[in-house]
């Protein structure tokens, strides 16, 4: 039988990695397939550029329509990135009656609903695993392997420059500005690195996780998004002081009322695994009613890490070439006309713990001031740290740093006794606040 031909759009990093691992692992992959798969035709803005993968074999071009628009090409791969041009793309091929593979989060988190809607009409597939967590097959095992489950949460490292940050950080005492140069020279971090650091990369994957551990449509803009640019060294080590570890998590979780998605620094204890997933590494840690915890580890980007799960895609999509539209996987997990319009939760309305640090004047009666106006909303104290004054000014001679740990509260409870916290004579400036999971139940 002829090989099914495959178009790449893009033949950088990701581009040449897969054609890498197809040609390295051929035989393989057509025991696996039942087909061989030929990467007949790419796409690459300049063709003059040296490449990590052998073209030799490849018709190339520099326009990404001459791929789309070709007859042989069967299934095209997007490895562009970008959301413009990347969804034109997208929707052109599958206008064209062809299959799309695709690395991209931020075009599946923003227009999934439209694309998965036009590839149903089409009877196409557009498979999207090496979107979340690079590597990892994580979009496989919550759609596949977890189908038995009622999916009660799940909470995951999933930008590995963010987690290279605060690992360095806490590890080397780095600083923030430096440990992201770094990550910028060893290329993990996006091409706007405040995708990183920010959380919006993670947001991405965090909606597309979400939507298909719930059944529900993608709803990127609802992800509450928090970056990690306001930690410091200091919290790093108190965290880990009082026996934590700062990650910054993206958290989807099924409550009575509706569906938490956020992304924001957490405290987790350190006793957990993903506690101690350190450096670019990704890792997603799912509950499901059934099987209980289960956690998912491993390189969350890289050529070779995130071809890994473009090939497997092309593979599933060469092994359902000829099955009937409707028998094939869903897109979003869910049949399209099963997905559920449940409430997404204001962070207002989210129940968690903190960590928060105060700024006090170091004087009888400030700390029964604090743990007052908590009591007075329900919020109770697990641990409460001072911090001696740092001798280096008059100033500060008088200022001590007081952690606090609480039980867990609605957070608009919290954010008015932060208000009133931080309108008291003795505390100077704002609080620090960072959310505390235990990830235990
Ligand atoms: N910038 C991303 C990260 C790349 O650091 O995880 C993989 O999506």
Known sequence: MEPVKVG?????????GTVNVLSRNAQEITRRAGRGIQVSHAAARDL????????????????????VDNPDVQIVVELIGGEKLAREMVMRAIANGKHVVTANKALIANY?????????????????????????????????????NRIEWLAGIINGTGNYILTEMRDKGSHFNDVLAEA???GYAESDPSFDVDGIDAA???????????????????????????????????????????????????????????????LIPERRLIANVDGVMN????????????LYYGAGAGAEATASAVVADIVDVVRTLTSDPENRVPHLAFQADALSDVAILSMDQVKTAYYLKLQAE?????????????????????????????????????????????????????NQAITQIEALDAIKGAAMRIRVEHLSK
Do not use: W
């Open 283 to 294: 890792a997603v840690l799912v509950k499901g009613d059934a099987v209980g915890p289960t």
């Open 48 to 67: 003059n550029k040296v490449r990590i993968c052998n073209t030799e074999a490849i018709q190339l071009s520099t326009s990404l329509q001459s791929v």
């Open 204 to 266: 991405h994957k965090l909606a597309i996780l979400a939507a298909i551990a719930f059944g529900i449509p993608l709803q990127f803009k609802k992800v509450y998004t928090e970056g990690i640019t306001n930690i410091s060294q200091q919290d790093v080590e108190y965290a880990e002081q009082l026996g934590y570890r700062i990650k910054h998590l993206g958290i989807a979780q099924r409550t009575g009322t509706g569906v938490e998605m956020r992304v924001h620094p957490t």
């Open 112 to 148: 999934g609903n439209e694309i998965f809607a036009a590839a149903q009409n089409k009877g196409v597939m557009v498979a999207f695993e090496a979107a979340v967590a690079g590597g990892i097959p994580i979009i496989k095992a919550v759609r596949e392997g977890l189908a038995g």
């Open 8 to 16: 790449l759009l893009g033949l950088g990093t990701v581009g040449g």
């Open 362 to 414: 170091d004087k009888p009666g400030v700390l029964a001031d604090v743990t007052r106006i908590l009591a007075e909303r329900g919020i109770s104290i697990e641990a409460i740290i001072q911090k001696e004054p740092k001798k280096t000014s008059p100033e500060q001679d008088r200022t001590a740093t007081i952690i606090i740990l609480t039980h867990r509260v609605i957070e608009g409870s919290m």
């Open 184 to 186: 910028q020279r060893l």
